[in-house]
């Protein structure tokens, strides 16, 4: 892997998105300035292929394919990010054909969501480390987001080497997301960790336009990536329809660090399920609404049904 050189003035970076060829024409999904095609010869710019659910280990950042976790990052968003989360684990768990853990720790208490499945959850708080070890058995995989706080110092020191940004597809959106990838990647290789692996999730626009992002982001990227970005799903609008539990709040005083999260989630991938007091169903669908200052389209869905 070649030295990340450090992190440069914004304006090499912007230079780096936009004074290269874009020659594509304007499919009226975004701005007239496309990326530039694909060179066969480096794979880095290579189009990324969107993930076929009918293959399960489809990548080998696939996170359906194992039960270690991911890490969630919050790029440049058309609405606050934090109304993102939930939909897209959802639209993944639905992509993957797999039912997926959230674990946020971006609030002052830690808050689970199951996504994707039939799941069940205790009819108590529990705290986080029990509540994982009952879920284990339950779902395929697990995603965190951390605390807002963290640095990419503090994200490169963890065990994962699993990243999924979610991201708007603008101008302002590739460049933010341009520069948070190449801080991790700088901070890992400072850390001595092996390079991580990237997925990206485009949010607020047509698939079109997701992969012309994710093409100018492979292009700037090339060289600095063993393997490109890759697009895991692209979700156009929040959808009213999710296969989720709902939010759950654990017992716990405060979001524990993230190291220890992981520690238990990689725990409770070898161990047997820890028994817990009687557990309730959750509905097959709870109809989620936005924030009420989200000002992101939602498509109804006739045969949602409320949580019983």
């Excluded at 090499?12 to 007239?32: I, K």
């Excluded at 066969?40 to 969107?50: E, F, G, I, N, V």
């Excluded at 807002?148 to 940004?165: E, G, N, Q, S, V």
Aim: charged share 25%.
């Amino acid at each position: 892997m070649n030295r990340i050189p450090p992190a440069p003035d914004v304006l090499d970076e912007l230079a780096a998105m936009f004074l290269t060829n874009t020659d594509e024409p304007d499919d009226g999904s975004g701005d007239a300035n496309g990326p530039a095609e694909p060179d066969p010869k480096h794979p880095a710019s290579r189009t990324p292929q969107t993930h076929d659910p009918s293959s399960r280990n489809a990548s080998s950042g696939d996170l359906a394919a194992d039960r270690t976790a991911e890490i969630l990052l919050i790029g440049h968003l058309p609405v606050r990010g934090g109304v993102w989360i939930g939909p897209v684990v959802d639209a993944l768990a639905r992509a993957r054909r797999r039912s997926i853990g959230l674990i946020r720790l971006d609030h002052e208490r830690p808050i689970v969501e199951l996504l994707g499945g039939q799941q069940k959850v205790p009819d108590h708080e529990l705290p986080l480390s029990r509540l994982i070890d009952h879920c284990a058995p339950r779902v395929d995989a697990w995603a965190v987001r951390p605390a807002i706080t963290l640095t990419p110092r503090d994200l490169a020191r963890t065990k994962t080497a699993r990243y999924t940004l979610i991201s708007g597809a603008d101008d302002a959106a590739i460049v933010a997301a341009f520069r948070q990838i190449k801080s991790i990647l700088i901070a890992a290789e400072d850390a001595g960790r092996p390079q991580p692996h990237f997925e990206i999730v485009i949010v607020g626009c047509a698939s079109e336009r997701a992969d012309q992002m994710v093409r100018r982001l492979n292009a700037a990227a090339e060289g600095l990536l063993d393997e490109p970005v890759r697009l895991a799903t692209c979700l156009p609008r929040i959808d009213a329809e999710m296969r989720t539990t709902g939010p759950v709040h654990c017992a716990d005083a405060d979001c524990p660090p993230l190291e220890d999260v992981l520690g238990w989630i990689e725990r409770a991938g070898r161990s047997p399920e820890t028994e817990v007091p009687p557990v309730i169903e959750t509905a097959p669908f709870i109809t989620r609404e936005p924030s009420a200052d989200s000002k992101a389209p939602l498509t109804p869905t006739a045969d949602a049904k409320p949580a019983a």
